[in-house]
């Protein structure tokens, strides 16, 4: 489980909605093409979601929020991938000005590449995606209402 | 324990009660003063038993980490590096009372092996000796007296306001300190 601490200049019912707006993935989340909501059922979304990065993988999320604090993913179905989830947890920051996201990712490629070498691409995935929300959110207009 | 883990653990007993210790080694922000190697230290977010810090180690690494921290009142702090580079995954600061008014601190550090794991500056970070004597110093700031009791304590200056105004002590020498005249002032 790779982990990455992201500072956000919003409040956390913001993250909150940007994170559960999940067609906008595409318009910030680094190498994703597609992702549309199948079906939704309360706080619980299935999305089938298009990345590009280093091939094209193509992967169904459940996505299980409880609003404004967290909020767990996982594969559900998907042939490129054996295994994917994690979670965004929300923390008030300590300064009063944003939100402190701890995010949890956690990848099986299900193939003979090092477990470094995966451990490795995911922190620089979660890292660049820490980068790419902060700058949306910076730029983009938000819906304020929890998802 | 993996051959690319290491641990290193030590303890003290100190002059004060657990929750003394417990408020320093809960406050993220003041590390920078008494812990050796940190540069800076800023709480980032805290919540309950959990606390989100960022340290920063001073130049020419400065390298930034960021730590999870898990709180246990009075009891234990547990820290669990989160990215960075430096070779340490987890800090575990267990608070035992020895007695009346004495705590016993054990801190473990359990280090991982990787290429910083061979530089100098790195390898004495939070050596567990080293911090527990840091943190006896800090725990001397809010007591003084036990300062005194170290074995290499030696009482240079003390101050204290009387009747006759501030009283400084230095080295053995008794001075009086009385207001100066306003219009000294620059």
């Given at each position: 489980m790779i982990k990455a601490v992201i500072h956000v200049d919003a409040p956390r019912?913001?993250?909150?909605?940007?994170?559960?707006?999940?067609?906008?993935?595409?318009?910030?989340?680094?190498?994703?093409?597609?992702?549309?909501?199948?079906?939704?059922?309360?706080?619980?979304?299935?999305?089938?979601?298009?990345?590009?990065?280093m091939k094209r993988i193509e992967l169904g999320v459940r996505f299980e929020g409880q609003p404004g604090q967290s909020l767990n993913f996982r594969m559900v179905n998907g042939r490129d991938l054996k295994a994917y989830a994690g979670t965004y947890r929300l923390m008030d920051a300590t300064d009063g000005k944003g939100t402190v996201?701890?995010?949890?990712?956690?990848?099986?490629?299900?193939?003979?590449?090092?477990?470094?070498?995966?451990?490795?691409?995911?922190?620089?995935?979660?890292?660049d995606t820490g980068i790419a929300m902060r700058k949306y959110m910076q730029s983009a207009r938000i819906p304020t209402a929890a998802a | 324990?993996?051959?690319?883990?290491?641990?290193?653990?030590?303890?003290?007993?100190?002059?004060?009660?657990?929750?003394?210790?417990?408020?320093?080694l809960t406050d993220y922000d003041t590390y920078a003063e008494w812990l050796p190697l940190i540069a800076q230290s800023k709480s980032l977010a805290k919540e309950g038993d959990l606390a989100i810090a960022e340290f920063e180690l001073p130049p020419p690494q400065k390298e930034r980490f960021v730590i999870e921290c898990i709180h246990t009142k009075n009891k234990m702090v547990l820290w669990r590096t989160?990215?960075?580079?430096?070779?340490?995954?987890?800090?575990?600061?267990?608070?035992?009372?020895?007695?009346?008014g004495h705590s016993q601190v054990t801190l473990a550090v359990l280090g991982r092996v990787n290429w910083?794991?061979?530089?100098?500056?790195?390898?004495?970070?939070?050596?567990?000796?080293?911090?527990?004597?840091?943190?006896?110093?800090?725990?001397?700031?809010?007591?003084?007296e036990i300062a005194l009791s170290s074995e290499e304590g030696e009482k240079i200056l003390e101050l204290s306001e009387t009747d006759q105004g501030v009283v400084c002590w230095i080295r053995g020498k008794k001075y009086i300190l009385k207001p100066d005249s306003e219009e000294n002032h620059d």
């Open positions: 019912h913001q993250v909150y909605a940007l994170l559960t707006d999940y067609p906008s993935y595409r318009e910030w989340v680094p190498g994703c093409e597609q992702c549309n909501v199948v079906s939704r059922s309360g706080n619980s979304s299935d999305t089938q979601i298009v990345i590009s990065s996201v701890i995010a949890e990712l956690e990848i099986d490629v299900g193939m003979m590449i090092p477990k470094f070498m995966v451990d490795r691409m995911t922190r620089k995935m979660m890292d | 324990m993996s051959l690319l883990t290491t641990t290193k653990q030590s303890a003290t007993v100190f002059d004060c009660d657990p929750s003394l210790l417990y408020d320093i989160i990215g960075g580079k430096i070779p340490i995954s987890q800090v575990e600061w267990t608070i035992a009372p020895s007695g009346e910083n794991s061979f530089v100098p500056r790195y390898r004495q970070f939070l050596n567990p000796a080293r911090c527990l004597k840091a943190l006896q110093s800090q725990i001397s700031t809010f007591l003084p």
